[in-house]
């Protein structure tokens, strides 16, 4: 079974800066997906960035990157320039292929609260 | 495009009631999802479809819970009859088996009294 693990309940950045919120996971899969989603005090949740686990290259998504390391099953997501709206729960999600293809693993969140 | 579209935002019953929730994926898409979130146990899957079909149910809490897929632009998640432990946002979400990514509907939020 797939795990998502998110170890920082709460993070916290002032405005403008710089801030990286962590997630590690645990799979058998060796082709898969990986998913940052954000959701708003609105309670969409909206999906920020996306990395296919057979692409070396980082995703990038104008001021959102992730450094995503394959081997230790890291992925963790930078938010540059942050803005008072990206407060919000963000959500590591991972969708493995296989007999659980489709299916999405989420995290537990990582509230981020932006400073103004 | 539009998006994933719910029905309603909002529904407010009293225990014992029926309670229907609507959902109508993005055009092509052939995964249908259903989704609770509340503070206690955050996000948990109920229920998803392929091509119309449910393919895992495991998650449906119990048999109080139901839900149908009669064709490719609609699908219900019903709840007969609710009590107050189900009071929880219901999402429902939709997604092309290529790409992987699961697109959300803005919620409905169930408060059952």
């Known amino acids: 079974a797939q795990t998502v693990t998110q170890s920082q309940p709460e993070m916290s950045v002032q405005e403008a800066e710089t801030v990286t919120l962590s997630c590690t996971y645990d799979t058998s899969e060796s082709d898969y997906y990986l998913f940052w989603y954000k959701q708003p005090p609105s309670r969409q949740m909206i999906l920020v960035i996306r990395?296919?686990?057979?692409?070396?290259q980082n995703a990038t998504e104008n001021r959102f990157s992730v450094n995503f390391q394959k081997a230790a099953k890291s992925f963790s997501l930078k938010i540059s320039d942050s803005q008072l709206g990206d407060a919000a729960m963000y959500f590591c999600?991972?969708?493995?292929?296989?007999?659980?293809?489709?299916?999405?693993?989420f995290g537990q969140g990582t509230i981020l609260t932006v400073h103004p | 495009d539009a998006g994933v579209i719910q029905s309603p935002r909002h529904e407010v019953t009293e225990m014992g009631q029926e309670v229907t929730l609507r959902c109508k994926p993005i055009s092509g898409h052939d995964y249908l999802f259903w989704y609770r979130q509340t503070m206690m146990r955050g996000l948990e899957l109920l229920i998803y479809?392929?091509?119309?079909?449910?393919?895992?149910d495991s998650g449906m809490p119990e048999d109080r819970f139901s839900a149908k897929m009669p064709n490719a632009s609609f699908s219900t998640l019903k709840i007969q009859p609710s009590e107050p432990r189900d009071s929880a946002v219901y999402f429902c979400?939709?997604?092309?088996?290529?790409?992987?990514?699961?697109?959300f509907g803005p919620g409905t939020r169930l408060t059952v009294t």
């Open positions: 999600a991972f969708n493995a292929g296989g007999t659980s293809y489709g299916k999405l693993t």
């Open positions: 979400a939709s997604s092309l088996v290529s790409r992987g990514e699961q697109y």
């Open positions: 990395q296919e686990a057979y692409k070396q």
């Open positions: 479809f392929n091509n119309n079909v449910p393919i895992d």
